[in-house]
């Protein structure tokens, strides 16, 4: 049987994207409240996450399993699975919370502890993904509605309790019938590893195609091939994104200058740095850092 997600076809759903996810380096997991068209393409990450969805419906594609969604709905996924959330062509917008984190994000010994083995023993067993009883689909809905009002031990103790919560739901349900994961551990995967690896490390400095192709033992042109199979996107394009997603986490966390953070995440000409940011979020960066530390705090 095939079947048609929105105006996706089947062909296209089995090039799943490798979606890379960066923080800033002093939080153990990320979390976002997104209003928008939802147009992440098909993709996959090393992270598990847990979304929720305040507002829009449409199809869902986790693994094998494909699902209609709406307001209310909630789903744990496991890392490395290819998942999509397409809106009805009538929603014009959805609204969604989401967190991800990855296995050991606490560190192996915390997360190896008597107390914290139950849940870590059912985060193993997910499969593919899981979605949960009406009870805490309402329940982690609103745990998940306050995480902006938050500080950061009070969210990183609140997720705690959120997965223990999820674990235990005697109505939660698998998502499709197998795991559908992807092979990270292929030459291809650990060159794909290496890239971001390094990328993490090297960020703030200047980042050339011709440098990062010869630490993964690939030709400049070969590479560029294999980075716009994997991401579906040019290197220096998610190296951009990359950059803006790092300057966007200082603007609303430290209190360093545009100049300072401009300069620390990679940008050597403020004039280029502000187009580039306003081009990607649709505003400036000081009335950016306005919106969101008024919120936060």
Known sequence: MQV??????????SRA???????????SFFWAHICERFITPYHYHPEYELIHIRRGEGRRLVG???????????????????????LAPECQQGEAIYIQFLPQFLGAEFMNLTETKPVMEWMAAVGAGMTFSPAIQAEVAFRLNRF?????????????????????????????????RIDLSTRHGKQLAQV?????????????????????????????????????????????????????R????????????????????????NRQFRRAM????????????????
């Open 4 to 13: 048609i997600l929105g105006n996706m076809r089947p062909n296209e759903l």
């Open 17 to 27: 994207k490798f979606e890379k996810i960066i923080g800033d380096g002093q939080q």
């Open 64 to 86: 094998d399993s494909i699902r209609h969604f709406g307001p209310g709905d909630l789903v744990f996924i496991a890392p490395n699975v290819p998942h999509l959330w397409k």
């Open 148 to 180: 902006r009002s938050l500080g950061k031990l009070e969210r990183l103790l609140d997720l705690l309790d959120i997965l223990r919560c999820l674990s235990r739901d005697s109505g939660s349900r698998p998502l499709g019938h197998g795991t559908g």
């Open 196 to 248: 971001f690896e390094y990328l993490n490390e090297n960020l703030g400095g200047p980042i050339t195609q011709a440098d990062i192709a010869r630490k993964v033992r690939l030709s400049s042109s070969a590479f560029s091939r294999f980075f716009k199979h994997a991401t579906g996107k040019c290197f220096m394009e998610v190296v951009g994104e990359l950059r803006i997603a790092q300057v966007c």
């Open 250 to 273: 200082q603007l609303a966390e430290t209190d360093l200058t545009i100049l300072e953070i401009a300069y620390s995440c990679g940008f050597g000409n403020l004039s280029h740095f």
């Open 282 to 297: 649709k505003m400036p960066p000081r009335e950016y850092r306005l919106l969101h530390q008024s919120v936060e705090h």
